[in-house]
C-alpha cells in the first residue's frame, strides 16, 4: 500500500499546527506510519496463511479464522492511521478556501491565510475534535475484538462447519508487542489532541478577554 498521500497530508497540516499538533504530527508519522510500513505490514500480511487447525474439513479452518479475526489486525491499524489522519484535511481545505478567495478578489483579506484564528480556529478544534473521538473508537474496537489486547496462542472452534471442536494455531502470537506499541501510541495521541484543544481554547480567550474589557469600559 502506497503511503505518499498521508505523508503529504502530515507535512501539510504541519505548516499550520501549533507546537503541540506537531508533536502529533510526529509521533503518528514516526511511531505509527514508519513501524507500520518496515514492520507491522510484513509480519501480519501473511496471517491467514499461517493460520493452521489440526483438521482438513474444507471450510472449516476459513470459518475459524473468520471468527476469531473478524478484522485483521493490519487492517485495522490501517484503518485507524487513516480515519485519525484525515480529519486535518478539513484545516487543509480551510486554508486553501481562504487562499482561493484572494485569489478570486484579486486582493489580501487575511494577513496570514494559515493563521489559525476565526473560522480556521473552529476548524481546527473540531478536527482535533474528531481525531480524538477516532482514537477512542478503534480502542474500543481492538479491545472489542482481541479480548483485551490478548492473542492467544492456541484457540477451541467449533463453528457448525467443524465436525467436533478443533485446535487452532494462531501465526505469531507473541508479535502481539506491536498491537501494544499501537495502543501506546494511540493513548499518547489521545492526550495530545486535548491537550492542544485546551492550548487553544485558553489562548483565545486570554486574546480575547482584553478586547471585551476595552469594550465594555467604552
Not at 481525531?131 to 467449533?158: A, M, R, S
Amino acid at each position: 500500500m502506497s503511503w505518499a498521500f498521508l505523508c503529504d497530508l502530515l507535512s501539510g497540516v504541519n505548516k499550520y499546527s501549533t507546537g503541540i499538533g506537531r508533536i502529533w504530527v510526529a509521533v503518528v508519522f514516526i511511531f505509527c506510519l514508519l513501524v507500520y510500513v518496515a514492520a507491522a505490514e510484513n509480519i501480519w500480511k501473511h496471517e491467514y496463511d499461517e493460520f493452521e487447525c489440526n483438521i482438513k474439513q474444507p471450510g472449516c479452518e476459513n470459518v475459524c479464522f473468520d471468527h476469531f479475526f473478524p478484522v485483521s489486525h493490519i487492517r485495522l491499524w490501517a484503518l485507524q492511521l487513516i480515519m485519525a489522519s484525515t480529519p486535518s484535511l478539513l484545516v487543509v481545505f480551510h486554508v486553501a478556501s481562504r487562499e482561493n478567495r484572494e485569489k478570486h478578489h484579486n486582493q489580501k483579506l487575511y494577513r496570514n491565510p494559515g493563521n489559525i484564528d476565526g473560522g480556521l480556529l473552529c476548524t481546527y478544534l473540531i478536527s482535533l475534535i474528531l481525531k480524538t473521538g477516532f482514537e477512542i473508537v478503534f480502542l474500543v474496537l481492538f479491545d472489542k475484538l482481541y479480548n483485551g489486547f490478548k492473542i492467544p496462542h492456541l484457540v477451541k472452534c467449533d463453528i457448525k462447519l467443524c465436525p467436533n471442536t478443533v485446535d487452532c494455531y494462531i501465526s505469531k502470537p507473541t508479535e502481539i508487542i506491536f498491537l501494544y506499541f499501537l495502543v501506546a501510541t494511540s493513548c499518547l495521541c489521545i492526550v495530545l489532541n486535548p491537550s492542544e484543544l485546551s492550548y487553544l481554547i485558553f489562548k483565545y480567550s486570554i486574546k480575547c478577554y482584553p478586547k471585551r474589557h476595552v469594550n465594555k469600559q467604552q
